[in-house]
């Protein structure tokens, strides 16, 4: 099935340094999200995002709808060995539409 | 703990064998959705429940695949005579009744795996 073009696959950083990752399509999208996965656990929803242009921000992470509703950011401040773990980005046409993941980017975080 | 629960959290099958998962939704949420997470890649849609109308099916739940959600609140996803393909993480989300903010949230998984 369709999966939105998520890049990097994957990334090794140094704790406390601030990471980005993006998420491509060729279709657009009402609502944009991201999450982060653990390995043997469930996706948790980090932030969701609304309107074309948006940016948002939670605590350390910061992410924006951009403006052709095609794509999306997430960026990472000041990185921290918790942070490890697969992001994935996320988008639905609708309310209660079926979700469309990215195919993840990887992060691996070194003291 | 009033996350979505999901049961059994690994499931060991020989290929034929028929299997189920259960899944139960936060309370309160009327939409609740089956994605499918093999190794290396983001979760596929399955199939979506509100209440207990199943209202879309993907072209990956085949024949052998049936969901149900009769009462409008926990949900199972049975496969029958499983193949080796079948081997993924099944996950479960729920998104709450409208006025709320439909996003939707996951379970930890049922990890199936075809021998």
């Known amino acids: 099935g369709q999966q939105l073009n998520q890049s990097p696959q994957s990334m090794f950083i140094q704790e406390g340094e601030d990471v980005s990752m993006n998420c491509t399509s060729s279709s657009i999208f009402n609502t944009w999200l991201w999450y982060k996965q653990d390995p043997g656990e469930g996706p948790v929803l980090l932030i969701a995002?609304?309107?074309?242009?948006e940016l948002t921000s939670n605590g350390r992470l910061t992410a924006q709808f951009g403006i052709t509703r095609k794509d999306s950011f997430l960026n990472i401040s000041a990185s921290i060995p918790s942070d490890v773990g697969i992001y994935f980005c996320a988008a639905k046409t609708g309310t209660a539409s079926k979700l469309t993941f990215g195919t993840g980017t990887r992060l691996q975080v070194t003291l | 703990d009033t996350g979505v629960s999901q049961d059994p959290r690994h499931k060991i099958t020989k290929r034929g064998q028929n299997v189920t998962f259960r899944c139960d939704p936060i309370s309160e949420h009327n939409r609740l959705y089956w994605y499918r997470q093999t190794l290396g890649q983001g979760p596929e849609f399955l199939t979506y429940?509100?209440?207990?109308?199943?209202?879309?099916k993907s072209r990956l739940l085949s024949d052998r695949f049936s969901a149900e959600r009769p009462k409008g609140s926990f949900s199972t996803l049975e496969i029958q005579r499983t193949e080796q393909g079948d081997s993924a993480m099944y996950l479960c989300?729920?998104?709450?009744?409208?006025?709320?903010?439909?996003?939707?949230?996951f379970g930890p998984g049922t990890r199936l795996t075809v021998t």
């Open positions: 995002l609304y309107k074309a242009g």
């Open positions: 989300a729920s998104t709450p009744a409208a006025g709320g903010s439909y996003e939707q949230y």
């Open positions: 429940f509100q209440n207990e109308a199943q209202l879309e």
